[in-house]
């Protein structure tokens, strides 16, 4: 009854499943890898964050590149501030405002963006205090340089003169006249008026869109390959169905089909 595997249809068909069902489950498990591959990242960025606020501050040499490994990391630096900017569209405490940015030029010529806090509303160079004059000493969390249209970051153009919609060195070569570090730090303790503005979690290390796409793809995956085995045994099925009822003549050739037809007929017409 099931000698109709062994036709060359069926060998195709049942190639097509073998081979299906692996990678359907092989595809499956990755994205599942990918999902636990986010969620230890979100459990490793929240220890980060958590031991950031106790470790000693260290110079902002020593932690640079800024990677996921020092991302957060409290850090110092010394100069003179310079040129100040806002940053607006910014949100702090479900409030909408924009931060204050002013530019430390440090010992070797180059220039450290520094977040001295935050301020509600729309932003007014009015309303940013001035920076401290003199040398000083900066201490707060090290970020990563920003990137337009992600992590909440707004992507407009054609802001203003004094204001920047991201922090980052690409954004910020083009409106101060000296070389930036490709980071940014947030003060732990905002300047007076102001409020600190926290440290953000290194990108890809939260349990964002991306990470839930990746626990859906799996679902998905793991569904094609019972839908495959599904749609196997179904035709399986039908094949035997058919047999069987070829074989209790419920099913006719179409060759015997048209001669009683004719038949039939000629009496009728008769």
Not at 123 to 142: F, H, N, Q, W, Y
Not at 243 to 251: K, M
Request: aromatic share 10%; with cysteine; proline share 7%.
């Amino acid at each position: 009854m099931y000698r109709f595997l062994l036709t060359p249809r069926w060998w195709g068909i049942n190639v097509f499943v073998l081979l299906a069902i692996p990678f359907c489950v092989f595809m499956g498990s990755w994205q599942l890898s990918r999902f636990e591959d986010r969620v230890q990242d979100h459990r490793d960025a929240g220890e980060q964050a958590a031991a950031a606020k106790t470790d000693p501050a260290r110079p902002l040499a020593e932690l640079l590149p800024v990677d996921k490994e020092t991302s957060g990391k409290q850090t110092t630096a010394t100069g003179r501030y310079g040129k100040q900017l806002l940053v607006p569209g910014r949100e702090l405490d479900d409030k909408r405002g924009f931060y204050v940015l002013t530019l430390l030029r440090t010992g070797d010529g180059k220039a450290l963006p520094v977040v001295r806090g935050w301020l509600p509303g729309d932003a007014d160079p009015s309303k940013a205090p001035a920076a401290p004059t003199g040398e000083v000493t900066v201490t707060g969390a090290l970020q990563a340089s920003e990137t337009p249209g992600s992590n909440g970051v707004p992507a407009a153009g054609g802001l203003p003169a004094g204001q920047t919609g991201a922090i980052s060195s690409a954004a910020l070569v083009n409106l101060v006249p000296y070389d930036v570090y490709d980071a940014w730090v947030t003060l732990a303790k905002a300047d007076p008026a102001m409020k600190a503005v926290p440290a953000a979690a290194p990108a890809d290390t939260g349990l964002d869109l991306k990470a839930f796409q990746n626990l859906g793809y799996t679902g998905e995956w793991f569904v094609f390959a019972g839908f495959v085995v599904f749609m196997w045994f179904r035709l399986i099925r039908r094949e035997v169905e058919f047999a069987q009822d070829a074989e209790l003549g419920l099913v006719e050739d179409d060759g015997e089909d048209t001669a009683p037809d004719t038949a039939d007929n000629t009496k009728v017409s008769a």
